[in-house]
Nanobody, 114 residues
């Protein structure tokens, strides 16, 4: 079992930037594939970005603006978000995958509004 705690969300103006963090505990962090997901009201939860030991991948809508990274020594995964758009207002969740299971954090609210 892994426990995940997100932080870094908040209110930002369109075109602004935020960096989200997800701190993991309870398991060996480096063995998990980590991802960021978001869910807006009335929508399904969607994958934003994910990273394993060797590579990262992104949703088409965020590629070039968002960067996912991980620091295994600190058991932390990050999402650097740039040029944020109002339609990207959502609760952002950290997810950890291993052996067919996905574990979720509690989510952090990101609001993009002028």
């Amino acid at each position: 079992q892994v426990q995940l705690v997100e932080s870094g969300g908040g209110l930002v103006q369109p075109g602004g930037s935020l960096r989200l963090s997800c701190a993991a505990s309870g398991e060996i962090f480096s063995t998990y594939r980590m991802g960021w997901y978001r869910q807006a009201p009335g929508n399904q939860r969607e994958l934003v970005a994910m990273i394993d030991s060797g590579s990262a991948k992104y949703a088409d809508s965020v590629r070039g603006r968002f960067t996912i990274s991980r620091d295994n020594s600190r058991n932390t995964v990050y999402l650097q978000m740039r040029s944020l758009k109002p339609e990207e207002t959502a609760v952002y969740y950290c997810g950890a995958d291993r052996l067919g299971f996905r574990y979720w954090g509690q989510g952090t609210q990101v609001t993009v509004s002028s």
